[in-house]
């Protein structure tokens, strides 16, 4: 446990000063805040259509799920996935952390580790970002709708499902990451990945949960058996879910397995 500790310290001292560090945190603030400044320069044109609470929050709350679980996550995962074991790749300095008196397989768990708690922030930000502005237009636009309806569980509820349908995507870029040090093959495989995971999703291929790419773009639909039900009773732990934890565990695994017998120069 005390080399797991020692390793994870050691990749947030190593990458706290990246890009894909910094993304967490700036591309949620950046997308939440564009979406809700059209809302404001926007006011009297959708006070128009009178929404009610809840499906005034619906609209908001979709422009973000919809841009950042389609194109802007999937993508975030690859980049994230790629800087956390480029940072090796780069200095050249594999066989000097193996040479570490710390256990190989904590050295490999703390850089996936760190790469979920970047995810997990980057999707927190999100959340909080897309709850907390809502707010602040009802402050500004005092006709908006959007006291009349508290959003938290069903947006906790989304979000969630987020990051755990993009574990089976983190899983496999990170594989991909450790195989290939440069940026084109592992990013090009998630480019591809990406556009044929949303097609097959939207298209509605009903094995379409089985790519890892579609579990986010399937994480964000209402369920058949939730259609007729309150948008608080949407379950979590979906068949894409399910998938995306499974692909995640067993990739996770392989992976530490494929760096234990890479050829460390």
């Known amino acids: 446990m005390r080399s797991l500790y020692i390793s994870f310290i050691s990749e947030f001292y190593k990458s706290r000063k990246t890009l894909a560090f910094w993304a967490a945190v700036i591309v949620p603030l950046i997308i939440c805040g564009l979406i809700a400044f059209g809302y404001y320069t926007s006011s009297e044109k959708i006070l128009k259509y009178n929404y009610a609470g809840m499906m005034l929050w619906f609209r908001y709350s979709s422009a973000a799920l919809g841009v950042m679980g389609m194109l802007i996550l999937p993508f975030y995962v690859m980049f994230m996935a790629f800087s956390v074991n480029n940072i090796e790749h780069k200095n050249d300095t594999w066989k000097t952390l193996f040479s570490q008196p ?6 490999y768990a703390a850089k996936y580790l760190y790469a979920t708690m970047l995810l997990l922030i980057c999707i927190l930000l999100f959340a909080l970002l897309t709850y907390s502005t809502g707010y602040l237009l009802q402050a500004l636009v005092p006709k908006y709708t959007f006291n009349d309806y508290n959003p938290a569980i069903i947006l906790t509820k989304f979000y969630s499902k987020l990051f755990l349908a993009s574990l089976g995507i983190l899983s496999l870029q990170f594989i991909l990451s450790l195989v290939w040090s440069d ?12 556009i044929m995971g949303i097609i097959t999703a939207n298209v509605g291929w009903k094995y379409a949960y089985l790519i890892p790419y579609s579990a986010p773009t399937l994480a964000l639909r209402m ?19 399910w998938v995306s934890l499974t692909y995640g565990l067993v990739l996770f695994i392989a992976g530490y397995f494929i760096l234990a017998k890479k050829n460390i120069k």
Request: glycine share 10%.
């Open 102 to 107: 710390l256990n190989k397989f904590s050295i």
């Open 183 to 194: 940026f084109l093959k592992p990013m090009g495989i998630g480019f591809v990945g990406t």
């Open 223 to 241: 369920t058949a058996a939730s259609k007729g039900a309150r948008p608080e009773d949407l379950p979590i732990f979906t068949q894409e879910v």
